[in-house]
């Protein structure tokens, strides 16, 4: 099969005509992009596998084109099949990913450098994780508008869990525990606790020329955005699929 190409006729490049005026936030151009390779392992074809009722990926791309201030929004893939749906959903595709950024072993960090190889003029970049399908329009703008005002280089969505790691231990020889974070925290109470938070992994954002840079969106300068937890269900295995289904339809 004949991997496609970028289709010339509908995108050209950073003169594109978009088919919407800029919106921007604060005059800056934000371009999100959204990642997804063809070889997933865990469940294969996981970003075109059906979920609620549609392509995994095309609720990520739905919920971004909802948004107040993102100016572009594009797919880095390298997977002919994944290209044709996320077209059918009217994502643009203005190339397609190379193979080396593709592998097992590659980072989103790599994705996006790749990205802004190839498409320059925007103030910020994102990143939106088809993974996490149930990302709103409230979340993309939310970031922006926090990592904007706050003049963050990056900003990291994130959710307080479940579970405190202050609670957490390994387990050493002889099935014997050790705290993580230390035995003092052991008879706290959950209130007590100082607060945690982890990444949810849905969305990313960095000022275009400081990501270039730094080559990742965590650094001491990174800052969290919070998003509910009704909305952190990260997608990577079968079960994951199930549960998105039955909450959905619920």
């Given at each position: 099969m004949k991997l496609l190409t970028?289709?010339?006729?509908?995108?050209?490049?950073?003169n594109l005509i978009l088919r919407r005026s800029l919106k921007m936030f604060k005059n800056n151009?934000?371009?999100?992009?959204?990642p997804a390779r063809g070889g997933s392992k865990g469940v294969p074809r996981k970003n075109i596998k059906l979920a609620g009722g549609k392509p995994l990926i095309a609720w990520v791309i739905e919920a971004a084109k909802t948004s107040a201030y993102i100016d572009r929004l594009i797919l880095s893939s390298d997977d002919n099949e994944i290209i044709r749906v996320a077209e059918n959903y009217e994502c643009e595709v203005p190339f397609v990913r190379p193979s080396e950024f593709?592998?097992?072993n590659s980072s989103s960090s790599d994705v996006i450098v790749h990205a802004l190889s190839k498409i320059s003029g925007y103030d910020y970049v994102m990143l939106l994780q088809p993974t996490s399908p149930f990302t709103s329009k409230e979340d993309i703008d939310g970031c922006i508008k926090l990592s904007i005002t706050s003049k963050a280089k990056s900003t990291v969505s994130v959710v307080k869990p479940d579970k405190s790691p202050y609670w957490m231990f390994e387990m050493g020889?002889?099935?014997r525990l050790k705290s993580i974070m230390g035995s003092r925290y052991l008879n706290c109470r959950r209130q007590d606790l100082p607060s945690a938070y982890i990444p949810t992994g849905a969305v990313y954002m960095a000022e275009s020329r400081w990501f270039l840079e730094n080559r990742s969106f965590y650094s001491e300068f990174t800052i969290g955005y919070e998003i509910p937890k009704e909305r952190c269900l990260d997608i990577d295995t079968e079960f994951d699929f199930k549960l998105f289904d039955f909450l959905i339809r619920h």
């Open positions: 970028a289709n010339t006729e509908k995108y050209s490049g950073d151009k934000i371009l999100a992009v959204i593709a592998q097992d020889k002889n099935n």
